[in-house]
């Protein structure tokens, strides 16, 4: 079936630690998104990405890092000068930017130490 | 920038009744509408969409949405709650960013309680 995978389901890190969360989709899909999400806040995008080799910051992008050298692959990674990284991470594409379906993975659950 | 308001963190009913979950978006101009259900740990579903094509969207679950461009609003409702409805629920706006692309923003989340 096609879908969205995240890896890992949960993940602790220790503070000043770098850590990668990891989206594969598998759908052909040419927009993969990042987004972030805290109880109360709902859903705020990190970066986005339209096409390989280029993506975009989003409203919190500080202290993250992708990239997208394959079209199926969006790695997220949280770096130590991210100040509160626990939370969850959810991994999202569609065929076209925003005019379409956001079709989600099951999210990532970040915990720092 | 696009912004997305959800009237009420928390709505609570009792089964059987009307839910009714707000949703009203800054744009002037008409930009796409989704409504996303989220159960616990999990990711988002989509439960309808606005395609201009009607102001009455019907989607799955027996829940329906109407765009009224007045008052720049997208509420989801459904006649009769159920158990199984308890979820988190997300309004969401796409419309064009200073990039020239439709990026989506969500609104903060209704947790909608269901009681016996």
């Known amino acids: 079936d096609g879908g969205i995978t995240q890896s890992p389901k949960y993940l602790f890190r220790k503070e000043g630690q770098n850590v990668t969360l990891s989206c594969e989709q598998n759908l052909n899909h040419d927009a993969m998104y990042w987004y972030r999400q805290d109880p109360g806040q709902g859903l705020r995008l990190i970066y986005y990405?339209?096409?390989?080799?280029?993506?975009q910051k989003g409203d919190i992008a500080e202290g993250y890092s992708v990239s997208r050298e394959k079209k199926e692959s969006f790695p997220l990674t949280v770096t130590s000068a991210q100040k509160n990284p626990t939370a969850f991470y959810l991994c999202?594409?569609?065929?076209?930017?925003?005019?379409?379906?956001?079709?989600f993975g099951a999210g990532s659950r970040l915990t720092v130490l | 920038a696009q912004s997305v308001t959800q009237l009420g963190s928390h709505v609570s009913v009792s089964e059987g009744a009307l839910v009714l979950l707000r949703c009203n978006y800054s744009?002037?101009?008409?930009?796409?509408l989704f409504w996303y259900v989220q159960y616990p740990n999990q990711g988002l579903q989509l439960l309808l969409k606005y395609t201009s094509a009607a102001t009455l969207v019907k989607g799955i679950n027996g829940f329906e949405a109407e765009f009224k461009k007045s008052e720049t609003s997208f509420h989801l409702t459904k006649p009769s709650a159920h158990m199984s409805d308890a979820a988190e629920y997300f309004c969401a706006v796409s419309d064009l960013s200073s990039g020239g692309s439709y990026i989506p923003t969500f609104g903060r989340g209704t947790s909608l309680i269901v009681h016996p």
């Open positions: 999202a594409s569609s065929t076209y930017t925003g005019s379409e379906v956001l079709t």
């Open positions: 990405s339209q096409i390989v080799n280029d993506f």
């Open positions: 744009s002037s101009v008409p930009p796409y």
